[in-house]
């Protein structure tokens, strides 16, 4: 996980080192979800399906790091009150 400021992004990598806390929520409403959908990839982020405990889920991810601070053990709530 990684720093654009006000907002964190992630990258997929093959690292087991490499992991980070999320929240696993459901959105019922589809035009909110379309809605979401639109705003994340106007900021560049792409959707894939990944496996956490047995469920699928989608997760919103960047395809590069760039130059950008790395969020120090994948907590952005701890990182961004520093």
């Known amino acids: 996980m990684y720093s654009l400021g006000d ?3 992630a990258i ?7 992991k980070m806390l ?5 959105i019922e409403n589809a035009e909110v ?3 979401i959908d639109q705003l994340e990839h106007g900021y ?3 959707k ?6 047995g469920m699928s889920v989608t ?3 960047f395809k ?6 790395k969020v120090n053990e994948g907590d952005w709530v701890k990182f961004f009150r520093g």
């Open 7 to 9: 907002f964190p992004f």
């Open 59 to 61: 997760i919103y991810l």
């Open 33 to 35: 979800r379309m809605q």
């Open 22 to 26: 999320v929240e696993v929520f459901e």
């Open 48 to 53: 894939e399906t990944i496996v956490i405990e």
């Open 12 to 18: 997929r990598t093959d690292e087991s080192a490499d």
């Open 64 to 69: 590069e790091k760039a130059n950008y601070p």
């Open 44 to 46: 560049g982020y792409h």
